[in-house]
């Protein structure tokens, strides 16, 4: 399915060439340029085909036309939860859709996880609803943990989120339930992590000194019995990463199986959610910022251990 994206030229881009434009502001691949190029409608300026050569001036119009890629049309697995079907859908418009993905439900397909995935389901309700093209998430979740999932509809418009993310603009807040009670109420974590699971074992990280870089913001919200209500940021995207920093500060998540004490009351897995996130447009001018509320069975910890207080 063809596919407009259009630039209106101003003052601060007048003197580049249409390539230039397509690289850095719609940021499209060598490919995708190349397959623009070669269309007779694929790259016009003010209604005219033009080379990518071609100097722009202020007040022109740049048009790049594509074709969206189109997604598998090959039936999905139904895996052991039958036909995927997409959660909590939250915002949805032509360029993203945000989910509010429940825990339990793996990212990506690997291993078993054929056809439960969330990113099966995005992939089937986007054919369905005529989307067309791949969904591509912008980070991902464990598969234990709750909360937002932004998915951008097309190339272009997830080369533009990740980066913001790698700017720092495309931003997640996680609230989490921490064992016992942290001398300070506001820290960061800078601990690098490296994966330590052996072949076809359960992938499990470590904080080692040769690994990748990992920095994880906390500040204390509250305090029940014996856990801590935190709120955390994060400057890096590493696996387990908040799970395996707070277990290394000697105060892993509630209900943490792998790396803490294991299921805690109505927890039986990690208590963490991705509770905000805001972005902005990738193709405009205008920020998103979303609250995303806590499932039923984080809820139900904190009422739990309010009563424990009492």
């Known amino acids: 399915m063809p596919e407009t994206r259009r630039v209106l030229i101003t003052e601060e881009l007048a003197g580049h060439t249409a390539g230039w434009i397509m690289e850095r502001c719609l940021e499209m691949t060598r490919r995708e340029r190349g397959r623009a190029k070669f269309r ?116 272009m418009g997830a080369a533009r989120l990740q980066r913001q993310r790698e700017e720092g603009r495309f931003q997640k ?37 040769d690994g990748m870089r990992a920095v994880t913001h906390y500040e204390v919200l509250g305090e029940g019995k014996d856990c801590t209500l935190l709120r955390i940021t994060l400057d890096t995207g590493r696996t387990h990463q908040i799970r395996v920093h707070m277990a290394a500060l000697g105060h892993p998540l509630l209900g943490d199986s792998l790396y803490g004490s294991g299921p805690c009351g109505a927890l039986f897995r990690a208590a963490l959610h991705a509770a905000e996130v805001s972005f902005r447009a990738p193709f405009g001018r205008e920020t998103h910022s979303f609250f995303l509320p806590l499932p039923q069975d984080f809820r139900t910890a904190l009422r739990e251990h309010r009563k424990e207080k009492q």
């Open 40 to 155: 007779p409608d694929g790259i016009r300026v003010n209604g005219i085909r033009c080379r990518v050569t071609q100097v722009l001036k202020a007040g022109d119009c740049l048009e790049i036309r594509t074709e969206k890629e189109e997604a598998p049309r090959t039936p999905l697995s139904t895996g052991r939860r039958g036909a995927s079907r997409l959660p909590g859908i939250c915002y949805e418009d032509a360029e993203v859709l945000l989910v509010n993905k429940p825990a339990g439900m793996p990212m990506h397909p690997v291993g078993c996880h054929q056809g439960d995935t969330l990113t099966e389901a995005a992939a089937l309700y986007l054919r369905q609803t005529g989307g067309g093209e791949i969904p591509r998430s912008i980070g991902r979740l464990d598969k234990e943990t709750s909360g937002a999932v932004v998915f951008a509809k097309s190339r």
């Open 173 to 209: 807040v996680y609230l989490a339930l921490a064992e016992g009670f942290l001398e300070e109420k506001k820290g960061t974590i800078d601990l690098p992590l490296k994966n330590t699971a052996k072949e076809g074992k359960k992938e499990r990280m470590e904080a080692s000194p």
